[in-house]
């Protein structure tokens, strides 16, 4: 007997695109069955009937920000459950001085699954209007190694922001450093690009395969667009090398008119990602939350199977979790997003108030955490019990 068992749901395989009906079973926090559906149910302490619902594998959002009790920009972590999010990765709220004390406050007893990014600068990043300190004298290899060593598993990466208000005199330096520090720690690097101090190109020539471009459509200061609306060749041998480019849209790094731009030149996110904080989880109309960000994605022309990928097959496969997490597949985990997809009109925001249409919009009903029901919306199927 299975403990859960969804029934006629739709399922994607984001590989070929094709669509089927499934019978997905649950047994003690992982996926224990996935089949075509049929019409002989096998017995479940739950069954959940899902004709017209799409069951997705747990959204992962690697950019968000959880340190609530050590920076303005933190949010509660499981608030993120009732977007489908299953995973979220805090892009370096904290550094070597606080991680202690956000892992202590704000990560341990959480629900969801989750890993840090840890901030070049030892203080992270404190809040808005507050500058992260990152020069040479700050910055400690050995602290860094020795909270990394400490939480094994825990920091998952190096996170970096070069906007000129942060990095002033010292342009592309601190990215350099961080770049040697993730070699030498064998973490990848993600660079905070919004109104950076060179052009985007120079930065992208930096970085690694599985470094991580991020807010890749803000529209402050030199963007990824050449003057004359082409993308800058950098960017795309960037990708192409395996450069992880990613969105980020949070409050201010989301201008339609670079992505529109960016998207006529066939550069699409690999990760979109949402930056979410308290002044923009269900609050901000230029974010919302993932979905809402990923449903801009299907207004701008990609399809279905290419943006749920990116909010689950590759942030697994960046964050080293694709054995386990990001596909709906026997002996996977099962962490499940259950969503409606609705046919409607609605509009679209970004951080500069301009508004696009869009007319297909993801919404989550129900979301599943190792085998748990742990949210169900007002318009959720209900769990039918034996």
Not at 109 to 131: C, D, E, T, W, Y
Not at 194 to 212: Q, V
Not at 271 to 299: C, E, G, N, Q, Y
Not at 300 to 309: C, N, Q, T
């Amino acid at each position: 007997m299975f403990d859960l068992l969804f029934v006629d749901a739709n399922c994607l395989d984001c590989s070929t695109g094709l669509v089927r009906r499934c019978d997905v079973g649950v047994t003690d926090g992982q996926i224990a069955l996935v089949r075509e559906h049929r019409s002989d149910v096998p017995p479940a302490r739950y069954t959940v009937s899902c004709a017209g619902y799409w069951l997705f594998p747990g959204f992962l959002d690697v950019h968000t920000h959880l340190f609530a009790h050590g920076s303005t920009f933190g949010l509660d972590a499981d608030r993120l459950l009732t977007a489908g999010i299953t995973y979220a990765v805090d892009m370096g709220s904290s550094g070597w001085v606080n991680y202690p004390a956000f892992r202590m406050c704000d990560l341990a007893g959480k629900r969801i699954g989750h890993s840090a990014f840890l901030n070049l600068s030892p203080v992270g990043q404190p809040g808005k209007g507050i500058s992260e300190p990152l020069n040479e004298e700050v910055i400690s290899d050995k602290e860094m190694e020795k909270i990394i060593t400490q939480y094994p598993g825990e920091i998952t990466g190096i996170k970096i922001r070069i906007s000129r208000n942060i990095v002033g005199d010292l342009g592309l330096q601190p990215l350099r450093r961080a770049i040697e520090l993730g070699e030498r720690f064998g973490l990848p690097v993600c660079v905070h690009t919004t109104d950076p101090p060179t052009e985007a190109g120079e930065i992208a020539k930096l970085l690694r395969p599985g470094d991580i471009y991020s807010h890749m459509y803000h529209g402050q200061g030199k963007s990824i667009l050449r003057e004359d609306g082409s993308v800058e060749p950098e960017i795309c041998r960037a990708q192409e090398r395996g450069v992880y480019l990613e969105v980020g849209n949070g409050k201010k790094n989301f201008d339609f008119c670079v992505a529109e731009q960016a998207v006529r030149n066939d550069i699409f996110p690999d990760l979109i990602t949402s930056d979410s904080t308290p002044a923009t989880f269900h609050k901000d109309r230029s974010m919302w939350d993932l979905p809402f960000v990923v449903s801009k994605f299907l207004a701008l022309g990609m399809s279905l199977p290419d943006v749920i990928r990116s909010v689950t097959e590759t942030p697994a496969r960046a964050m080293g979790l694709s054995d386990r997490l990001g596909t709906v597949k026997e002996g996977f985990q099962a962490d499940l997003a259950l969503c409606l997809i609705r046919d409607m009109e609605q509009t679209l925001y970004d951080s500069f108030g301009n508004e696009r249409s869009g007319h297909r919009f993801i919404q989550p009903c129900m979301t599943v955490l190792r085998g748990e029901v742990v949210y169900q919306s007002d318009v959720a199927p209900g769990l039918g019990c034996v």
